[in-house]
């Protein structure tokens, strides 16, 4: 493995954080939308709020990390990507200013009014970006990203599978906020909210299971390597996310929900980014750029092992530090 | 009609300006902001670090206020400094392409300063009433650490397009070797992440003391707002003469450095000893109109003696000067003036507090206080207008141009509009959520509880 490998897989590192946990973020902000009306949603939304307003911040940077080692390590396919896909990047964008500051304003203001607009704001956009980011993973995936970058602006994302690859981000995202949810709700004894979010968990995940099924079709369409490779030397990783998935459906439908529930919600979602990641091995843009030719000069990759390193040291248990208090009910929900 | 393979020259140059514009706008309004991530945490905990060790109630109470306030600046903050890493690609990805292994390594480490202040910032703001005093205090002394850490490596990268080094191009252009030490210390990081923190430090100090000061003037006299002038307005008023000095030695590294920036900013038209400074006016092509000529003074500035050659305009290439003179120059002008004026008014509260302990009396006192916040914005907005408008028509000083950085996309001026649109909401928003939130204090109005679109009720436990 040279230093060009090290730092694509601590680039699937960081994808993998911010799918997780941004991703619990998203679909936080997906199931207050669909909460209905401000007496039906009332306790729902307060349960989300709770969870996400000590975290979402946090949570957010794991996209900047992203973004960070794809230009300083890879600049050409950082270029690439930004030149073709730069209508759904931008709209992704717009996604994220209006979730970020649709949430924290919403917690700052009193009229009902203004925190419905608000609320509202935070909630659609929730669903914005998670579906954008969906649909460039999947036009990357389906070599639609010349490796020279300028590809075609809307040909490139307008087909098939970037727009289920959208979809399953955005099912995904749900399923895992309400998995993450069942257990805030337990935390807080609230049985009633625990079926509420059981529910969706289930829901969410039959969803998901079916645009990821209808993935695989769209994939052997139009994304033939990757589609190979996935089925060999990434079926492993396809099985231990369907084997995740089908425990943790058997864990909900048990009448006792005990059991690691968001550890194998957690690891279905890692095993398919991972799956991804191994399918289009050696490629970051199937199948016109390779890791090694994208690749910054090895003095610039070694900054970046060192500063993954740092972060490594400094930030997780910085981040456990906050998830542990948030999780002990330390943290307040309101400000 | 012109020949149609002149289009798509002339869509280029639009979308320069246009990206220039967008890329102007993004960064003066987050700016604003990240001076708040940077700064503000110090403030807050000087506060909260009074409240406790005197048990100050008043202290306590501002250093509260003031966390529930940057939990919504920060917020702002995150979200637009996003916008900017996705316009290094959206605006200039050939910029990128070619440099990013070179100077990208200045924002990995900005990352790491940035997720270590979003975490501590979330445990200070959110930890108020179940931490114990002092661990809630030391939870708080990390985003000082990392905002200026944060700063460092950010204003490092801009130095470096100012002033790059640390990187070996091949014949194609092409960055083949770096040495990522000697791109974080670029010469121009000596002067410029000084310069930044301090004006971070200026521009919460005067804005913060500014609210306070505007509140006295309505008659709000207690302990409170006296507490919540001075606690800021004492850290400003110490950054400022610091300030002065740094920025004084920036304007002679310029003119070392960047000659055509500061021959740009100051007016100087042809190199030669015995320049004059020119205080205002409008650079023409024959000399400085309705300014105010200081004979001798620029060469007096920068090399203390008026016998220092000054490089002027006429020796640099005309395709290597920068745009907009006069905007330069004023831009300077009106940093260095309002800088000048908030060292008087430094000078006024250290003259006053030095004989009687106590700020003025008189009320001009407070009206100067009163718009010191946006004078130090203003300030500190010029200040960039110089460096950033001053380095073009380069975007890597002497390694590529500004034009060969810019996207080849379409719809740039359209995302620009929305881009205006957008941030105007945002920003009026954010002004009318903090007022609100002001304005529930002051009324001893409870915080908004319970569900979030919900009539107010605890709901949880």
């Known amino acids: ?335 | 009609m012109p020949p149609l393979d002149l289009l798509p020259l002339a869509a280029e140059a639009s979308n320069l300006l246009a990206a220039r514009n967008q890329m102007a706008f993004t960064l003066g309004f987050h700016i604003v902001l990240a001076c708040f991530g940077v700064a503000l945490p110090a403030t807050i905990l000087i506060a909260n670090y009074i409240g406790l060790k005197r048990g100050d109630a008043d202290a306590l109470e501002l250093a509260r206020r003031w966390s529930k306030a940057m939990a919504v600046t920060f917020a702002v903050g995150a979200v637009t400094g996003t916008v900017l890493s996705f316009e290094f690609g959206l605006l200039w990805p050939e910029f990128m392409d070619r440099f990013g292994a070179a100077f990208g390594v200045a924002f990995a480490i900005e990352g790491i300063f940035f997720f270590v202040e979003a975490i501590f910032l979330a445990i200070y703001i959110y930890g108020w009433k179940r931490l114990s005093g002092w661990a809630h205090f030391w939870s708080g002394v990390p985003m000082v650490v990392t905002g200026i850490g944060g700063a460092f490596a950010v204003v490092a990268a801009n130095s470096w397009m100012n002033q790059p080094q640390g990187f070996t191009l091949d014949a194609a252009g092409k960055v083949i070797d770096t040495e990522p030490l000697k791109v974080l210390f670029n010469p121009a990081t000596g002067y410029e992440v000084p310069h930044m923190l301090l004006a971070a430090y200026m521009v919460v100090g005067f804005t913060v003391a500014s609210i306070y000061a505007v509140g006295m003037l309505k008659g709000r006299r207690d302990r409170l707002h006296r507490l919540g002038l001075l606690i800021p307005l004492t850290i400003a008023c110490i950054a400022t003469p610091i300030q002065i000095f740094v920025g004084d030695t920036a304007a002679r590294e310029v003119a070392d450095h960047q000659p055509a920036k500061f021959a740009a900013m100051e007016c100087i038209d042809e190199t030669g000893t015995h320049q004059t400074e020119w205080i205002g006016g409008i650079c023409t092509d024959d000399g400085v109109k309705f300014g105010i000529g200081i004979p001798n003074l620029d060469s007096y500035l920068v090399g203390f003696s008026a016998d220092t050659e000054v490089i002027g305009l006429n020796d640099i290439p005309p395709d290597e000067r920068p745009p907009a003179n006069t905007l330069l120059h004023l831009s300077f002008d009106a940093m260095v003036g309002i800088g000048t004026a908030l060292m008087l008014l430094a000078l006024w509260l250290a003259w006053v507090w030095w004989r009687r302990r106590d700020i003025p009396k008189t009320p001009w006192f407070l009206r100067a206080v009163a718009v010191s916040g946006v004078g130090a914005i203003v300030a500190m907005w010029a200040g960039w207008i110089v460096t950033e408008v001053g380095r073009q028509p380069w975007i890597v000083q002497g390694y590529m141009r500004t034009s060969e950085a810019v996207t080849e996309a379409d719809g740039i001026w359209f995302a620009f509009g929305l881009v205006i649109a957008l941030y105007a909401v945002l920003g009026v928003i954010t002004v009318v959520v903090l007022r609100g939130m002001s304005r529930r204090w002051r009324e001893g109005a409870a915080e908004p509880a319970g569900a979030p679109y919900a009539p107010r009720q605890e709901v949880e436990r």
Not at chain 1, 280 to 306: C, F, G, I, K, M
């Open chain 1, 1 to 335: 493995m040279n230093l060009a490998d090290a730092v694509a897989i601590i680039l699937w590192v960081g994808i993998t954080f911010y799918a997780l946990f941004g991703g619990a973020d998203f679909g936080g902000g997906f199931w207050d939308l669909v909460a209905g009306g401000a007496e039906r949603g009332e306790r729902p939304r307060a349960l989300i709020q709770r969870s996400l307003t000590p975290v979402w911040e946090a949570n957010h940077v794991w996209l900047i990390f992203v973004l960070v080692v794809l230009w300083t390590g890879f600049p050409s396919a950082f270029k690439a990507v930004f030149t073709t896909l730069y209508v759904p990047i931008a709209l992704a964008a717009l996604g994220i200013v209006l979730r970020g500051s649709g949430f924290a304003f919403r917690k700052s203001v009193e009229a009902l009014e203004a925190r419905r607009a608000l609320g509202a704001t935070f909630a659609i956009s929730s669903l914005l970006t998670p579906f954008f980011m969906g649909t460039v993973a999947g036009a990357v995936a389906a070599g639609n990203v010349p490796g020279g970058g300028n590809g075609d602006p809307f040909s490139s994302w307008l087909q098939p599978l970037p727009l289920l690859t959208g979809a399953l981000f955005v099912a995904t995202s749900a399923y895992l906020a309400a998995v993450f949810l069942v257990g805030d709700a337990r935390r807080a004894g609230h049985p009633d909210l625990e079926r509420y979010f059981l529910r969706r968990a289930l829901g969410a995940g039959a969803v998901a299971g079916l645009a990821a099924a209808l993935g695989l079709v769209a994939l052997h369409g139009e994304a033939r390597y990757v589609f190979d490779r996935l089925l060999a030397e990434g079926l492993p990783l396809v099985i231990l996310s369907a084997v995740c998935g089908l425990a943790l459906l058997g864990l909900l439908l048990r009448p006792v929900r005990r059991g690691p529930m968001r550890p194998l919600a957690a690891g279905a979602v890692v095993a398919v980014v991972w799956g991804w990641g191994v399918a289009q091995w050696p490629y970051l843009l199937p199948t016109s750029l390779t890791v090694d030719a994208a690749a910054a000069p090895d003095p610039t990759l070694t900054v970046v092992l060192v500063v993954f390193a740092i972060a490594a040291v400094l930030v997780l248990p910085s981040l456990g530090l906050l998830y542990a208090l948030s999780q002990r009910d330390l943290l307040e929900s309101e400000h």
